[in-house]
Nanobody
Framework: QVQLVESGGGSVQAGGSLSLSCTIS????????MGWFRQTPGTEREGVIVIDADKRIRSVESVQGRFTADRDNVKKTAILIMNSLKPEDTALYYC??????????????????????WGQGTNVTVSS
């Protein structure tokens, strides 16, 4: 069974940086598409950034220029690098993965339902 484990969350002041890691276990294959989503209480899970097996990236407008992603297909890890953090970035961040190639990875940025494997989430708190 494929599992994702996130790490690296924490608290930071506005303007600071954090990196989140996601480790994949339980599969010898690399996911076609990986994504980072975030959620605050009472809201729907929001797509932040997706990265495909060729490391092409798509991010939502609110994080462009501040967040980026990378993945290591040998180590089976993914990373979300967050710079210039703002209080509105405060959320529970989830790593997600999917092995299907039927739809493009870039099209899944706001399609949480198209990811079959999820991590448990890690909290990010940005104080002003």
């Amino acid at each position: 069974q494929v599992q994702l484990v996130e790490s690296g969350g924490g608290s930071v002041q506005a303007g600071g940086s954090l990196s989140l890691s996601c480790t994949i276990s339980g599969s010898s294959a690399n996911p076609f598409c990986m994504g980072w989503f975030r959620q605050t209480p009472g809201t729907e899970r929001e797509g932040v950034i997706v990265i495909d097996a060729d490391k092409r990236i798509r991010s939502v407008e609110s994080v462009q220029g501040r967040f980026t992603a990378d993945r290591d297909n040998v180590k089976k890890t993914a990373i979300l690098i967050m710079n210039s953090l703002k209080p509105e970035d405060t959320a529970l961040y989830y790593c997600a993965a999917d092995y299907s190639t039927t739809t493009s990875c870039m099209s899944r940025i706001q399609a949480a339902g198209r990811f079959g494997v999820w991590g448990q989430g890690t909290n990010v708190t940005v104080s002003s």
